[in-house]
């Protein structure tokens, strides 16, 4: 059974947006926000990110471990690829490099003020992005899930898929604790993984397959389910609930426009926006 | 309107596209309006596939080659779209968990209506009937996911009924019941055939669907009708060892070769303590309410436990807590003395073996061979023993031919006998079982925990199961859980002799538990039916 993210009414603010402005706002902003790598740019949308989530009434408990996972993802995404390589940089960080210092041995390397100042920016960035949408799953109503994606112009079977799609994560993490359960009650144990990274692979073998194999069967009779209760009839489909956009939400929408397009033209026309560096900061 | 029968069979076979035999072979069958067809035979004889041609999900999700005739109303199932047959007939699946697309109950309810593009205040208005008919209106804004097992089945029942078929299949639906819910829901069925409604219910549970008179009943064996007549017919004719048939019948059948008392390996006599609950308390979260209310037992060298209890009675969680899968919330659980809090599951797991309710969640080698090796192998057991052990396992589950098959290739009632058999060949001194027998045969079950049960090497058995008889026949204490506590503890024939009790479990006395208790002065003990043979 699909099961949902741990949903529960707040009265907050935020549910008091119809759901479809807030992914149209959350979706814009993400467009907005890619187009910056000017820190100053991006702590006015970390800002307003911040102020999004305050008014959430989320509380530390409820999303530390989603919040554990998102730093995880952040290390190895700007430790590893920005400030130990600079694969993840752009070519403004390797162009006009000031060197901060530099070692030979064991390896050689050169950390330089524009790496590192580019690393900042990718904390204030993806903080900013992981922000504004980590806020969904705990306060958006699981029954509004469909209604919102057709509301948004997708047809009444993708809208219906999506609503499923968004149910699978909780589901896919619910069923990897009972087979991590199940294997443990076998004497595996998952911390012990020995060898190189196939034989890794290889001993997540008990883990995977059982979760892989109960979602494609699992699916395989919803679909039946599904099918059964007419779901590939090709009529008009009723949804249960109806959206109403309010004024609140026309005025969401038409900011989150407004900065989308201001974002398209500073960099293209007014070549501000880009990569910015403080400089007291350069020698 | 037609006047025409809702079902006629005529001459049906089907056989998959990858199989090499049929499925089902030359069915021929009618059902009127307002009758209740059971259909019953072993694992693996058909019963399924019937019911997928019935609802088209033979040919349309599932190939291979469909001969004869199968009418609706009188007209052809071929000549019908899947969604109008969807129209005439609803089908309940086995688990409703695997039914169940709706995140809310009344989303789920709502969905079969929402397809058929219905105006949303008449939605709204078929939803609150058939929530009021099956007095599960209080559910409408409960997720779905949190449900009981009987609400989850009742839900998925008004899912279908909301949308009005005529005839209703019924796949295995009292499989996960308690066996309070399983009475409600047959008392239910039988009053939506006296509504008018055509059903055909599929059932291992033959005693309990007999209670509420079907019309007719199909036995089938190996894909072909071995009877098709009225009840009292299949009781004279059907092997009582195959399926489950009231014990008066199957003593008075027994009588010319009663058979012995069953005896186990293991003697429950008060020997050393093995898990020990002290006060246990658990909560899966803190703004959840608690699961286990203050559980004391101590299970002992020598126990054969059987837990009764209603869904949602905290079974499970408490046989968790033995393993270390659960560490509780207050309280102390000590295995061989030592606190769970402070070992690791894999360390515990070379004293307890607990094979988990479904097989699907932890089966993945490529062989049913390596898959009983993983266990031991995980424990550190030498080569030669674990080779032993294997093939011994599987013996006892009888499925020796099937070694060398993929896992997940077998049926669901083999899967999970290989699932029994890959933690018995851990050959942990503690067994735990969580629902055994569901989803499997009745041969196949009494055989296997006849096996297990006579098999030296373990110092305790326990299993969770809403299968009285099993209780009545195989434990020499019970345990029954209600609301996260132990309400009573003792030998079978003290604790399943107050009814009062067993009404606050949901547990319903069977034919065979009244037929015990009525020779309890002649036998000393609880046996089963063929065995009290002798003393009738």
């Known amino acids: ?283 | 309107m037609t006047d025409a029968q809702p079902l006629v069979v005529r001459d049906l076979s089907f056989q998959y596209t990858r199989r090499d035999t049929p499925a089902i072979q030359s069915l021929n069958f009618t059902l009127n309006p307002g009758e209740i067809l059971l259909l019953a035979g072993s694992s693996g004889c058909g019963k399924t596939t019937l019911i997928r041609c019935i609802n088209g999900l033979i040919p349309h999700a599932y190939s291979g080659t469909l001969q004869g005739v199968i009418e609706i109303f009188g007209k052809s199932i071929q000549e019908m779209c899947l969604a109008e047959i969807s129209n005439e007939i609803g089908t309940v699946l086995q688990d409703p968990d695997r039914q169940i697309v709706g995140s809310f109950v009344l989303n789920e309810v709502a969905f079969g209506l929402e397809n058929l593009g219905l105006p949303r205040e008449e939605i709204f208005q078929r939803v609150n009937d058939v929530m009021d008919y099956l007095n599960i209106g209080f559910l409408k804004d409960r997720e779905t996911f949190q449900l009981s097992g009987g609400e989850k089945q009742k839900v998925a029942l008004a899912g279908v009924l909301a949308m009005r078929p005529r005839i209703l299949l019924l796949d295995e639906p009292l499989a996960s019941l308690d066996p309070a819910s399983a009475r409600e829901a047959l008392s239910i069925f039988r009053k939506l055939a006296d509504d008018g409604i055509s059903i055909i219910l599929v059932e291992h549970r033959v005693e309990d669907v007999l209670a509420i008179h079907p019309e007719q009943v199909l036995y089938l064996e190996d894909g072909k009708q071995v009877y098709y007549g009225d009840a009292p017919g299949l009781l004279e004719c059907v092997d009582y060892s195959q399926i489950k048939l009231p014990a008066t019948i199957v003593m008075e059948r027994s009588r010319g070769t009663p058979m012995e008392p069953f005896t186990s390996s293991l003697q429950g006599k008060d020997g050393e303590a093995l898990v020990e609950f002290e006060d246990v308390h658990f909560r899966y979260k803190e703004d959840l309410p608690e699961v286990l209310t203050g559980v004391n037992c101590t299970i002992h060298k020598g126990d054969i436990i059987a837990i009764l209890g209603h869904n949602g009675a905290g079974k499970t969680t408490l046989v968790k807590h033995a393993l270390g899968l659960l560490k509780p919330t207050s309280g102390t659980v000590r295995l061989q003395g030592a606190d769970t809090r402070k070992s690791s599951i894999a360390q515990n797991a070379h004293t307890i073996g607990y094979v988990f309710q479904s097989p699907t969640q932890m089966l993945f080698a490529q062989t049913v061979r390596s898959e009983l090796a993983f266990g031991p192998e995980n424990l550190g057991h030498p080569k030669e023993q674990v080779a032993q052990d294997t093939e011994w396992a599987i013996k006892t589950v009888h499925l020796e031919e099937e070694m060398d098959m993929p896992p997940l290739a077998l049926s669901f009632g083999q899967q999970k006998r290989v699932s029994i058999a890959a933690i018995l060949a851990m050959r942990s001194r503690i067994l735990m079982m969580d629902e055994p027998t569901a989803g499997q045969d009745y041969w196949n079950y009494m055989a296997f925990m006849d096996s297990i049960l006579q098999m030296p090497g373990f110092d305790s058995i326990l299993f969770i199961t809403h299968d009285v008889d099993l209780a009545v026949v195989y434990a020499n204490r019970i345990l029954l859980v209600d609301k996260g506590k132990i309400i009573a503890d003792g030998k079978p024939h003290e604790v399943l002799a107050e009814e009062e009790r067993l009404n606050q479990a949901r547990i319903l006395p069977t034919s065979l538990l009244k037929l015990n208790l009525e020779k309890l002065p002649l036998t000393g003990r609880f046996m089963r039916a063929e065995a009290l043979a002798q003393f009738a």
Do not use: C
């Open chain 1, 1 to 283: 059974m699909v099961v949902t993210f741990g949903y529960k009414q707040r009265n907050s603010l935020v549910e008091t947006f119809d759901p479809r402005a807030r992914w149209i706002f959350s979706i814009l902003s993400l467009f907005t926000i890619v187009n910056f790598w000017d820190i100053r740019f991006l702590l006015y949308f970390l800002l307003i990110s911040v102020v999004q989530y305050s008014f959430t009434r989320l509380t530390w408990k409820e999303t530390k471990r989603a919040w554990r996972f998102i730093f995880f993802l952040m290390f190895i995404m700007i430790f590893v690829n920005t400030i130990v390589t600079s694969a993840g940089t752009i070519s403004d960080v390797t162009a006009n490099p000031h060197v901060l210092f530099a070692i030979e041995k064991p390896i050689r390397f050169t950390m330089t003020i524009e790496r590192l100042w580019f690393a900042l920016t990718q904390v204030v960035r993806v903080l900013s992005i992981t922000m504004l949408f980590i806020v969904v799953p705990f306060t958006m109503d699981p029954r509004q899930y469909g209604i919102t994606f057709k509301g948004m112009g997708l047809g009444d079977k993708l809208a219906f898929t999506m609503d499923l799609a968004f149910r699978f994560v909780p589901t896919l993490a619910r069923d990897f604790g009972t087979t991590m359960d199940a294997q443990k009650a076998r004497g595996y144990e998952l911390d012990n993984l020995k060898g190189n990274i196939f034989k890794k692979i290889a001993r997540m073998a008990p883990i995977m397959i059982p979760v892989t194999m109960n979602s494609l069967l699992s699916g395989e009779d919803m679909v039946n389910a599904m099918d059964l209760r007419g779901f590939s009839t090709s009529g008009k489909r009723t949804w249960l609930y109806t959206l109403k956009y309010r004024k609140r939400d026309i005025a969401l929408i038409a900011y989150s426009v407004v900065v989308l397009i201001i974002s398209i033209i500073l960099p293209r026309v007014f070549h501000i926006g880009g990569f910015w560096v403080p400089p007291f900061l350069i020698p």
